[in-house]
């Protein structure tokens, strides 16, 4: 949400395709700045929720929330005033917390108590062309076996992120060979080998041309696509069932 906000949405008894959203956090401190991507950490019964600097006053950061309460447990300032203008945008975790650096091309790393521990860059994370860098590192997923899995927004290239291996590795960063077509959020990416290749195994369009998918949800095996950034009101927010 636009000003650093926390909206549940509900599904309605009647099955409604027009749903209300309800506001659950709003800071006012926060004013300027935009919530972006979330995560919700079962163990701990937290909501972990990307700041972004969105008008480039302000700063991004990772805030934590107490799902039972709403309370703000931290606020962990990533980039300040005197810094670059970073646009932190997705969080994904596992004790700790992930949040790539959609300007900075790089990914912070932040503990479970709210402290910032490391920061995870390549030289693959810019790659050639300043076009393709106008926004770089975005959404980003936690795999079981130890390594991130991050993309590249404009130039659409996918990289594992070897989370076991020491920060000067060479071989902690690697880019995932994709084959089947350039990747967006509305395709699906398939591997059998560890995320060392993949393949794009289906393709689902939504007809908002107008409007861009900023991230996918999966529940009960279900893929579910939000249209936030794009043309309209900015309190209408599209959410759409992708069928692959």
Same mark, same amino acid.
């Given at each position: 949400?636009? =000003?650093? =906000? $926390? =909206? #549940? /949405?509900?599904?309605s008894e009647d099955n409604s395709d027009v749903l209300q959203e309800v506001t659950l956090v709003k800071h006012v401190d926060l004013a300027g700045n935009a919530s972006l991507g979330i995560v919700i950490d079962r163990d701990r019964n937290r909501l972990l929720v990307a700041i972004a600097d969105l008008l480039g006053n302000r700063y991004s950061a990772l805030a934590s929330y107490d799902m039972s309460t709403w309370r703000r447990v931290f606020l962990a300032e990533l980039s300040g005033q005197s810094e670059e203008k970073s646009f932190a945008d997705d969080v994904d975790e596992h004790g700790n917390a992930y949040v790539t650096d959609? *300007? =900075? &091309? *790089?990914i912070w790393k932040v503990d479970v108590s709210g402290e910032l521990v490391s920061t $995870? #860059? &390549?030289?693959l994370f810019t790659p050639p062309g300043w076009y393709n860098n106008l926004v770089a590192l975005n959404g980003i997923v936690y795999h079981p076996d130890g390594f991130l899995i991050v993309i590249h927004t404009f130039s659409g +290239? +996918?990289? *594992?992120i070897d989370l076991n291996a020491d920060v000067g590795d060479s071989n *902690? /960063? &690697? +880019?995932? #060979?994709?084959?089947?077509? %350039?990747? &967006?959020?509305a395709k +699906? /990416? #398939?591997s059998s080998d560890g995320w060392m290749t993949a393949t794009m195994t289906g393709w689902f369009s939504t007809g908002l041309v107008h409007r861009i998918v900023s991230s996918? %949800? /999966?529940k009960e095996g279900r893929v579910y696509l939000n249209h936030i950034v794009g043309f309209g009101s900015k309190k209408k927010h599209i959410l759409v069932e992708a069928v692959f």
């Open positions: 949400m636009d =000003g650093d =906000g $926390i =909206g #549940e /949405v509900v599904p959609a *300007k =900075g &091309s *790089k $995870i #860059e &390549s030289p +290239l +996918l990289y *594992k *902690k /960063v &690697s +880019l995932i #060979e994709v084959t089947g077509g %350039t990747l &967006s959020p +699906l /990416v #398939e996918a %949800t /999966v």
